[in-house]
């Protein structure tokens, strides 16, 4: 069973898109996993279990509906098979630093089953929207079955 991903590391890309993942996300992640778009600006990592869980969902989509295939098109197409090195590092291919625009500077995050890569100006973005952020999840969880 995969581990819980959590926790915010600060790190870089190196000209040869190499990445350092933090020692912490690598024992969740185990030494080879998967790598694809994410829908937030950002790139997923999954470990090879956690992706096995998250293609079986969205095989349960079916293939009858245009919407569901293009869901399926967005990730799998996507998808890379990952590696990290002898020394942390994993490399993120061209087209998904591209798509999230990293250049250099990223913020690594566990958000559960999978960690998240952002460069670190859309991160920021995303940070200075927390007021906002934190009103609509204190409305969420008032309006759900979950107890704090």
């Not at 934190?134 to 979950?146: A, C, P, Q, Y």
């Amino acid at each position: 069973m995969s581990k819980n991903l959590r926790g915010k590391f600060y790190h870089s890309v190196d000209a040869k898109g190499r990445l350092i993942v933090p020692a912490k996300l690598r024992d969740g992640l185990g030494t080879d996993f998967v790598m694809t778009r994410g829908i937030d600006n950002c790139i997923w990592l999954f470990s090879e279990e956690e992706w096995e869980n998250f293609t079986e969902r969205l095989g349960s989509l079916g293939n009858s509906k245009t919407k569901n295939r293009m869901v399926k098109r967005y990730f799998q197409s996507n998808a890379a098979d990952c590696s990290i090195d002898s020394q942390g590092r994993t490399i993120i291919p061209a087209d998904l630093r591209e798509y999230v625009g990293i250049d250099k500077d990223v913020v690594i995050i566990g958000n559960g089953e999978k960690a998240e890569v952002w460069s670190a100006a859309a991160w920021q973005e995303t940070e200075m929207d927390s007021e906002q952020t934190r009103e609509e999840i204190k409305s969420l969880l008032e309006d759900s079955d979950l107890d704090f």
